[in-house]
């Protein structure tokens, strides 16, 4: 099973930018869609964004949509998510996922441990 472990989190002021990324062990990480999901205190987990296994397709939520980039790279086993224009509601615990393709939980086997990003007003 695909091991996962994030990275960039941190603190930005509102309108500012932050990548995270998430590094995956095993040589079948080209077959998995890698998604973002997000926890904020007292709320559920929710889905951020998705790509599949080949990058070639993408999807985010409404509350991200334009603001938020998924990408990855195969060859380096790698996924990243840029986020710009972040907004205090961003402020959550971000979880990279290896799975199939969608955009509830129980699509994916795999998480990371989770980077905090806090985003102040």
């Known amino acids: 099973q695909v091991q996962l472990v994030e990275s960039g989190g941190g603190l930005v002021q509102a309108g500012g930018s932050l990548r995270l990324s998430c590094a995956a062990s095993?040589?079948?990480?080209?077959?998995?869609?890698m998604a973002w999901f997000r926890q904020a205190p007292g709320k559920e987990r929710e889905f951020v964004t998705v790509?599949?296994?080949?990058?070639?397709?993408?999807d985010y939520s409404n509350s991200v949509k334009g603001r938020f980039t998924i990408s990855r790279d195969n060859a380096k086993n790698t996924v990243a998510l840029q986020m710009n224009s972040l907004k205090p509601e961003d402020t959550a615990v971000y979880y990279c996922?290896?799975?199939?393709?969608?955009?509830?939980?129980?699509?994916?086997?795999?998480w990371g441990q989770g980077t905090q990003v806090t985003v102040s007003s």
């Open positions: 095993g040589r079948t990480f080209s077959s998995y869609a």
């Open positions: 996922a290896a799975g199939i393709y969608g955009m509830i939980k129980a699509l994916y086997n795999a």
């Open positions: 790509i599949s296994g080949s990058g070639g397709r993408t």
